[in-house]
């Protein structure tokens, strides 16, 4: 895909980038060479690949949901330095 000054600078007026006349020279040409690649990648025969989510074999591995016996609220704002009505006491925010 031919790619020109304009589109760079098309595309870099979107992104509300402000390029020279010197970048705009070079990241043509650096996009350039990019959607080249990815032209390239386009023509392989990927007929038989199986999409992947992830380059290596991986799986999610999550425990048990268990009940376990936990703190009392009485041991829990025990913790707390002020507490109120059975809940901490905090400064006012507003």
């Known amino acids: ?3 020109s000054e ?3 600078q098309y595309v870099a007026k979107l992104a509300r980038l402000e390029v020279t006349e010197q970048e705009v020279a070079k990241y043509t040409q650096q996009l350039g060479n990019i959607l080249g690649y990815i032209e390239e990648m386009g023509k392989l025969d990927t007929a038989n690949v ?3 989510t ?3 074999d991986m799986k999610n591995v999550f425990r048990e949901d268990a009940v ?3 703190l009392t609220q009485a041991e829990v704002l025990s913790n707390g ?3 109120q009505s ?3 006491k ?3 925010i507003m």
Do not use: I, N, Q, Y
Request: net charge neutral; aromatic share 4%.
């Open 50 to 52: 199986e999409p992947l």
């Open 54 to 56: 992830h380059p290596l």
């Open 1 to 3: 895909m031919a790619l």
């Open 81 to 83: 330095p002020e507490v």
């Open 6 to 8: 304009k589109d760079v």
């Open 90 to 92: 905090v400064p006012k």
């Open 86 to 88: 059975g809940h901490f």
């Open 68 to 70: 376990k016996p936990s």
